[in-house]
């Protein structure tokens, strides 16, 4: 059953492609009280739940990246900010400006990527272990992973004869994606290499979608404010301050609602199809029905 390893990664990825601390609580607090007005079990309204969750989760990853209804620093009380050493000032709790450190939000959409395929193929490997299969795990599994060790301690440490080992990893890499007879399984394991690395590199990329999606809430934020301002700056004060409320309540509503979709269904598919794919193997049987009834347009 995939649904716990599922689950965290889920729930961060939809936190990050929200990635609006003040969204983020805004969804949390309108499914709780849906979950206390109605008596929602967690049995009884699963979505619900997993929503109370993830907003919560939103709210907590999203305060490093500064992330608050599309706000600016210099829209709220200067208690609530502070001063870096640059002179850059942010708000309180926050570490990266997400519109200007985009290459740190790349890295970062990109490990978490390598990190869920890598956990996706151990359970693969795990899977076919505990089933007998240790050979196959060892040899189509588990030799990435020493491959990856490999070069983290050739290219971190160095040492004197660590190219041979990484031969060796690389020769276990290739054998081990390999398939027929012992010495063909070299020749075969050169396409399966290539096959596999160029699998996961498609599958690593595909998770720079947090990194978009993170980018067009704050945007789409951002402008939801700045029309509100514009507008209610058109009308007298009397009808603009009602019009200026309306627009921002009304506005964030619904990009909550889009942007929340959008997260939730990247979300799934980061684990539907790169992270599934990975180990996960459809089982039960196959449909047969008792008889076939065919009917023909004339004579109905």
């Not at 990527?113 to 272990?129: A, E, N, P």
């Amino acid at each position: 059953d995939p649904t716990r390893p599922l689950m965290p990664f889920f729930i961060l990825y939809f936190g990050l492609c929200l990635t609006d601390a003040g969204y983020g609580m805004t969804l949390a607090l309108l499914m709780s009280i849906a979950i206390w007005k109605f008596k929602l079990g967690r049995q009884d309204a699963k979505l619900i739940w997993l929503l109370f969750y993830a907003g919560i989760v939103t709210f907590f990853v999203s305060i490093p990246f500064g992330g608050w209804f599309g706000m600016t620093p210099d829209m709220v009380p200067t208690w609530l900010t502070y001063t870096k050493e640059n002179g850059q000032t942010l708000f309180l709790g926050q570490v990266w400006d997400l519109q200007k450190d985009v290459d740190f939000f790349r890295n970062l959409a990109l490990a978490l990527g390598c990190i869920h395929i890598l956990f996706g193929v151990t359970l693969s490997g795990w899977w076919k272990w505990i089933h007998g299969e240790k050979l196959n795990a060892f040899l189509q599994n588990f030799s990435m992973h020493i491959l990856l060790a490999v070069l983290c301690i050739h290219y971190g440490l160095g040492f004197p004869g660590s190219q041979y080992l990484l031969i060796a990893a690389v020769a276990l890499f290739v054998y081990g994606n390999g398939s027929g007879a012992w010495w063909l399984r070299p020749l075969t394991g050169i396409l399966g290499a290539i096959n596999v690395c160029i699998g996961l590199m498609s599958n690593i990329l595909s998770y720079l979608r947090i990194l978009a999606l993170g980018l067009a809430t704050g945007a789409l934020a951002f402008a939801i404010n700045q029309i509100a301002i514009v507008i209610a700056g058109l009308l007298p004060m009397i009808i603009g301050i009602p019009v200026f409320l309306c627009i921002l309540i009304f506005g964030h509503l619904i990009s909550i609602a889009l942007n929340g979709l959008g997260s939730f269904v990247h979300s799934g598919r980061l684990q539907f199809i790169e992270f599934l794919g990975q180990f996960f193997m459809g089982g039960g049987r196959e449909f047969a029905p008792f008889r076939r009834s065919m009917r023909s347009l004339t004579s109905q």
